[in-house]
């Protein structure tokens, strides 16, 4: 009788990954399924994510596996209602991400710590820090993903589909200066919020670029010829 190949686990979690992102940008951007996203912000925010969650992981000691299948798959579902779902898109990403990786060769005595550190990286701001070591790296590299150069390209690229749905018009200068100095004091309580020693201290030398790049914003947009006054 013939066995059936068991998937690698990476090369499964990295497809699914990129899959729903597309899927995900293409109808953010009402493009046809045969297309490429003109941005995949879902995927470049995911790779954003993996990349510091090994960073973090190396520095603190965490499972690598455990934190490389959590990465990939922390937001394979995505919603984008303003109104709070029954279940958090954590939760059903968690739920799908346990799923994927029983038909993978992943170690399936890490699959519980995988759906618990998924599950619990919903949200920007904490009261205590997250026990799960893993579950705490990766809601540090979520929410790093969210503030200095990287929050800005991010912004920035998919600005043009985000303004209208969450602003309600289409973006320019002054909707992006307005709406990034708003974020300045969601970013403050993000950096307050860390869990880890490494990701707080990446996090406060972020938010510190994020605060002179919306002050020379101001500077340049904000000054006057001077025959205006005439």
Sequence with gaps: MRRLAIQSWRESVAALARQRATEESLQLWNQPPDESPRFNYRWEHIQAV???????????????EVLEA???????????????????????????????LRSTDFPPSKIDR??????????????HPLEQLEAAVLWDADKLSK?????????????????PLFEGRPPDTDLVLASTERWLTLAE??????????????AA????????FVQELK???????SWSAS
């Design 70 to 100: 959590a990465a990939w798959l922390h937001d394979i579902v995505k919603s984008h209602s303003i109104q709070t779902a029954a279940i958090p898109d954590a939760t059903l990403a968690a739920e799908e991400a346990r799923r994927c």
């Design 114 to 127: 995988v759906y618990e550190a998924i599950r619990t990286h919903e949200g920007l701001f904490r009261d």
């Design 205 to 212: 030398r972020r938010l510190v670029y994020l605060r002179d």
């Design 189 to 202: 309580r993000i950096v307050a919020s860390m869990n880890t020693e490494p990701g707080r201290a990446e």
């Design 147 to 163: 503030l200095g150069a990287l929050y800005l390209v991010h912004n920035l690229c998919i600005s043009p589909v985000f303004a």
């Design 219 to 225: 500077d340049e947009w904000k000054e006057s010829p």
């Design 50 to 64: 993996v990349k510091q969650c090994e960073k973090l992981g190396r520095q603190l000691g965490a499972d690598l």
